[in-house]
């Protein structure tokens, strides 16, 4: 006896998502270039493909319902799959040299599975990495780099936007902080966005502070404080095993969050820069599960 075959469409899939990040169905269809009626039919499809409800209406808006939100990241990862696997057959013979820049928490935590991945799927490509601040690593975009993965604060609007990171203090949780004040700080150089946020706050709070170290390396910064030697300021997703995150109750004020974008130099229009730039997108960007529509 023959198994019924079961299939999950990746149109459906694609439409399904596009509903979820354009906020609507109305909106997914002025996305696809379909109608809106269009967009309603492949949901209904969908919803009779995976056998239950994909959405609920509350007043006038549509929500995901709970298997709606189960499938959601199924359809991520099956769409950028599809996408992958077709990038990856029409781009096996790209050859080129890409020169990326990033800042150091992310050269250290974020980046070398990916690009070992990368570099697997694309052996002809290679890869030049430079680390630093993200301020000094935007100014030689074009010059220097061809792609810079950055810091900025949130709002600003350049770049492709990957993810939001939350801006922490942190210390050793292995170490008591110090009682005494002024607080000690382990910071980077002046210039450094998060040494600004940081004593920008600390005055706005009334909070007495002294530089007990500085580093121009943002690893040797959260060394300083997972040794108990200061306080850092650390990106919550990249810090370092072994640091705890203060707030308020340890008498810190809130700092702001930051994004991470990926900006790409307007002259680099290499195949080779393009499919790492869509890479690092790809495999970077945060899901967007859980929202409303």
């Known amino acids: ?4 075959i079961r ?6 899939l694609r439409t399904f998502v596009a509903v979820v990040d354009q ?4 909106k997914a269809g002025n996305a696809l270039g379909r109608s809106q009626s269009a967009v309603s ?3 209904k499809r969908l919803e009779d493909v995976v056998g239950c409800a994909l959405f609920r209406r509350e007043g006038r808006r549509m929500r995901l319902t709970a298997s709606g939100e189960l499938l959601l990241g199924f359809a991520r990862r099956i769409v950028r799959l599809n996408d992958q696997t077709l990038d990856v057959i029409r781009d096996s013979g790209v050859e080129g040299r890409v020169t990326l820049a990033v800042m150091g928490d992310y050269a250290t935590h974020v980046l070398p599975g990916l690009l070992a991945d990368f570099i697997d799927l694309n052996p002809n490509i290679s890869i030049e990495v430079t680390t630093g601040m993200s301020a000094e690593l935007i100014t030689h ?7 810079v993965l950055a810091t900025q604060p949130q709002g600003v609007g350049g770049g492709i936007i990957l993810r939001t990171e939350q801006t922490r203090w942190a210390f050793s949780d292995k ?9 000690p700080l382990a910071l980077l150089p002046p210039g450094n966005m998060f040494r600004e946020w940081a004593l920008k706050a600390l005055g706005e709070a009334e909070v007495e502070w002294r530089a007990a170290f500085t580093s ?3 690893a ?12 850092a300021v650390v990106k919550q997703g990249t810090a370092t095993p072994g640091l705890r995150f203060l707030d308020r109750r340890h008498g810190l004020p809130d700092l702001p969050p930051s994004e991470i974008a990926l900006h790409i130099a307007p002259g680099a229009r290499s195949k080779a820069v393009q499919s790492l730039a869509n890479f690092l997108i790809d495999r970077i960007k945060d899901d967007a599960g859980g929202r409303s529509i």
């Open 41 to 43: 039919m492949q949901m």
């Open 141 to 147: 975009l074009g010059e220097k780099y061809d792609i």
């Open 220 to 231: 040797t910064v959260e060394a300083a404080a997972l040794a108990g030697i200061a306080v």
């Open 7 to 12: 299939n999950l469409d990746t149109d459906l």
């Open 23 to 26: 906020d609507g169905f109305a």
């Open 1 to 4: 006896m023959f198994k019924m």
């Open 216 to 218: 121009t390396s943002i």
């Open 175 to 183: 170490h008591e902080l110090p009682e005494a004040s002024p607080v």
